[in-house]
């Protein structure tokens, strides 16, 4: 059964910074392309951050470019998420996501919220 669970969001002043974690299980992590994607309320879901199965290649949105860095631990099944300098509109719900072909995971999202 496949599951991906994320942790770390909440919320944090401007200018803070945040690190976030999905664990994943069930399938063979590493052969997965992993990524990060946010809905802030009444936006459509976006892209912010995707890096392939052994970790080489990594990129983020535009938005958020030298601010946000994904990585992952292949040995841990774990896709991180660091956010420095957070801005107000970082403001969203985060999910992680597996690819593989015509195969998609989601997990359930964490809520991140930038606020003074």
């Known amino acids: 059964q496949v599951q991906l669970v994320e942790s770390g969001g909440g919320l944090v002043q401007p200018g803070g910074s945040l690190r976030l974690s999905c664990a994943a299980s069930?399938?063979?992590?590493?052969?997965?392309?992993m990524s990060w994607h946010r809905q802030a309320p009444g936006k459509e879901r976006e892209w912010v951050a995707g890096?392939?199965?052994?970790?080489?290649?990594?990129n983020v949105v535009e938005s958020v470019k030298g601010r946000f860095t994904i990585s992952r631990d292949n040995a841990k099944n774990t896709v991180y998420l660091q956010m420095n300098s957070l801005k107000p509109e970082d403001t969203a719900v985060y999910y992680c996501?597996?690819?593989?072909?015509?195969?998609?995971?989601w997990g359930q999202g964490t809520q991140v919220t930038v606020s003074s």
């Open positions: 996501k597996a690819s593989r072909f015509r195969a998609d995971y």
């Open positions: 069930g399938f063979t992590f590493s052969t997965y392309v």
């Open positions: 890096i392939t199965g052994s970790g080489s290649t990594a």
